[in-house]
C-alpha cells in the first residue's frame, strides 16, 4: 500500500510545473560567480536533491539528444563529434 502512495505521489510531483527559479540556478550552475552548490543540493532535503537530480538528468538527456541530431545532420566535423562523445 505505502508503495502505491508514494508512486502515486511521485507521479503527481512530476507532472507539476517546474520551479522556474531552481530550474534557471540549474540552468547556469557554475557560470553565475555567486553560485553556491548547496543553493541547488540541499544536504538537508533528499526529496529537494532528487527533484534536482530530476531535472540534471532531463537536462543532459535533451543535450544528448540534439547532440545526436547534429552528428546525424552532418553539423560536427569528425574530430569534434569523437571529442564529444567522450564528454
Not at 36 to 64: G, R, T
Not at 66 to 83: L, P, R, T, W
Request: net charge negative; hydrophobic share 40%; glycine share 2%.
Amino acid at each position: 500500500m505505502n508503495s502505491d502512495v508514494s508512486q502515486a505521489s511521485w507521479s503527481l510531483i512530476k507532472n507539476l510545473s517546474t520551479n522556474p527559479i531552481l530550474f534557471k540556478k540549474v540552468l547556469v550552475l557554475d557560470r553565475d560567480p555567486g553560485f553556491q552548490w548547496s543553493e541547488i543540493f540541499d544536504s538537508q532535503s533528499l526529496h529537494k536533491m532528487l527533484y534536482v537530480l530530476q531535472m540534471v538528468e532531463a537536462l543532459l538527456e535533451e543535450c544528448s539528444q540534439m547532440h545526436e541530431q547534429h552528428k546525424a545532420d552532418g553539423i560536427y566535423s569528425e574530430e569534434e563529434s569523437f571529442k564529444l562523445d567522450w564528454v
